[in-house]
């Protein structure tokens, strides 16, 4: 009788596990937007588009190894004056965590940042999404498209 019981509470406790677990891997931030979303890869051309505030353009331009990885600049025109720019990095093909990367005011409406990406065990493989923030707050509203680059694998040269 004992073991039925065990049994049985290893069962619903699978159950439970398979039911709930699914809940407890999804990202907790629901802010970010939800339905599909045009892809632009910066790396083919700069990504454009007009918003109520006037017109957005990034860029990204890869500078080279710089012993720490590939580095790349990314450059920002807004048409507004944003308090604590970010872009941040997202792992598109696999999750890999948030890495803010600051924006710095070039002066009128520039903004750049020149960052590393995140080695990856994919290497070349590896997709990041960049995600403009004003401070911590995610301006999906204002940016209609989905930023990616594929990182160049650190090995290959």
Not at 39 to 53: F, G, K
């Amino acid at each position: 009788m004992l073991r039925a019981i065990v049994v049985l509470g290893f069962i619903l406790a699978f159950i439970s596990a398979v039911v709930f677990g699914g809940r407890w891997l999804q990202p907790t931030d629901k802010t970010l937007p939800t339905v599909d979303q045009p892809v632009c890869d910066l790396l083919e051309a700069p990504c454009e588009w007009q918003a109520d505030a006037g017109l957005w353009k990034v860029g990204l331009q890869r500078l080279g190894d710089g012993g720490q990885g590939e580095e790349y600049q990314l450059s920002v025109l807004t048409p507004t004056a944003p308090k604590r720019f970010l872009a941040v990095l997202r792992g598109e093909s696999m999750y890999m965590g948030e890495y803010p990367v600051p924006m710095r005011h070039e002066g009128g409406d520039r903004y750049s940042a020149r960052f590393s990406a995140p080695l990856c065990t994919t290497g070349g493989e590896m997709v990041w999404q960049i995600d403009l923030q004003e401070g911590q707050k995610p301006l999906s509203d204002v940016v209609p498209i989905k930023l990616v680059f594929q990182a160049r694998d650190h090995s290959a040269s």
